[in-house]
């Protein structure tokens, strides 16, 4: 009887481990599938790259494969970005990826450009300030003492700032805030905007401000960033968008807070020459 037993036992686990193993086989993934819309030279080469690295983990079990792992291998690649992983069962993974478009060119220490994203994103390093699609000027984005990331900071990383010697990437990050309100409002910040000029005096942040020189000429001035920053943007964005064409040639719109107590801020457009 403890014969049989032992046979039925031994019997049950190689049938385990074969069913084990034929299973592990099955689900082994045999293609890594990267979709998104790409544009420029320098996303579609990022790719290439990321496929020969995420190429390398072929064979390995779809249960076992980590979405996380992908948003690491991609984070290496700062022209792109990870929009999702899904698991095709029983032998496929899908990224979908989108690229990370240049909006900013900020000036660095050593005389070269910073190629950043709408985030502030660090894309590339230039010793000229173009874009990198359309070859038009990036928004040059003044106001901050930025070491070379080939000095110190990195791709893919935020644009490290200083104010006064110190780091102050809570006034970049305000800018950055406030701009990116803007761009949604006007579509697209390079449509319209040649420069930005970020002022912060003092360190009290009720004197920051952002002004956006545009191409036809008004300039929009946005103070007090941490106070309705987003708001006052999308105000001055609208009167921006409201004005005639000859009135985009000249003058100033000025979004403030509101000293009078009677709303939180105020937007208005000066007609000046």
């Known amino acids: 009887m403890n014969k049989k037993i032992v046979v039925v036992l031994c019997s049950a686990v190689v049938f385990f481990a074969a069913a084990v193993l034929g299973f592990g086989i099955s689900m082994?993934?045999?293609?890594?599938?990267?979709?998104?819309?790409?544009?420029s030279d320098e996303a579609k080469e990022n790719v290439a790259k990321a496929q020969e690295s995420i190429n390398e983990r072929l064979g390995t079990n779809l249960l076992f494969v980590s979405e996380q792992e992908f948003y690491d291998v991609f984070s290496a690649y700062p022209y792109l970005s990870v929009l999702s992983v899904e698991k095709k069962f029983p032998d496929k993974v899908i990224v979908t990826i989108e690229e990370k478009m240049e909006v900013y060119a900020v000036s660095c220490a050593d005389g070269t450009y910073c190629m950043a994203d709408r985030d502030g994103v660090i894309l590339a390093i230039s010793s000229v300030n173009q874009n990198n699609l359309d070859e038009r000027q990036n928004v040059l984005l003044e106001g901050f003492s930025v070491a070379s990331p080939v000095l110190g900071g990195k791709l893919g990383e935020t644009v490290a700032v200083t104010f006064a010697g110190k780091e102050n990437n809570g006034f970049f990050t305000r800018c950055i805030r406030v701009l990116d309100a803007f761009h949604d409002a006007v579509g697209g910040l390079r449509a319209c905007a040649e420069k930005v000029v970020c002022v912060s005096p003092t360190l009290n942040e009720k004197d920051e401000n952002v002004t956006v020189l545009s191409y036809d000429g008004v300039s929009i001035s946005i103070d007090h960033l941490s106070y309705y920053g987003e708001e006052k943007a999308l105000a001055a964005a609208r009167l921006f968008d409201s004005l005639s064409d000859t009135n985009k040639l000249f003058g100033t719109i000025n979004a403030v807070d509101d000293s009078s107590g009677e709303s939180y801020f105020r937007c208005t457009y000066t007609a000046r020459k």
């Open 28 to 39: 082994s993934v045999n293609e890594y599938t990267v979709t998104g819309t790409i544009y």
